[in-house]
């Protein structure tokens, strides 16, 4: 498997606490992204503490689950891995969600390092990428474009 990366970001025109408020809860993450079922924290973990692990499900049935690495609220960015279930056959796959000041407000900075073979990468970058990060971004530009 090769060392791969991957990243999308998006320039809002909102102060980037404002940004932070909205993206910083690990355990918020569907209720500002479109395209994600709900999630909830097992085992009642604290929503941002290191080692919290959120479950999204379709129908009751997990279909991914993440672990918080660490969270800088100060820094406005926090870390997290995929458990099992991994959609997509990929290893060492650890994102970053961050949000940092921009001469036009604030930009957000999805990003993620893995392991991989060649013929999977494609797919990653379609899933993750576009689907999860790109979707993601989309829906922050138009609420923070639509509340000014």
Do not use: I
């Not at 999204?56 to 997290?80: H, I, K, N, T």
């Not at 990468?121 to 576009?130: C, T």
């Amino acid at each position: 498997m090769t060392p791969r990366t991957l990243e999308r970001s998006a320039v809002l025109p909102a102060a980037p606490d404002a940004v932070w408020a909205v993206v910083g809860g690990f355990g918020t993450l569907a209720d500002w992204h479109p395209h994600l079922p709900p999630c909830a924290l097992e085992d009642g973990a604290a929503p941002d503490a290191p080692g919290a692990v959120r479950v999204f499900a379709v129908d009751g049935v997990p279909v991914a689950r993440e672990q918080l690495l660490d969270r800088d609220p100060a820094g406005r960015s926090y870390r997290y891995t995929l458990l099992d279930p991994v959609p997509l056959p990929v290893d060492a796959y650890v994102a970053t969600l961050e949000v940092r000041p921009h001469p036009d407000g604030a930009e957000v900075r999805w990003s993620a390092a893995y392991r991989s073979t060649d013929d999977v990468a494609a797919r990653v970058e379609a899933v993750f990428g576009d689907g999860t990060y790109g979707t993601g971004l989309a829906a922050l530009r138009t609420r923070f474009t639509s509340s000014r």
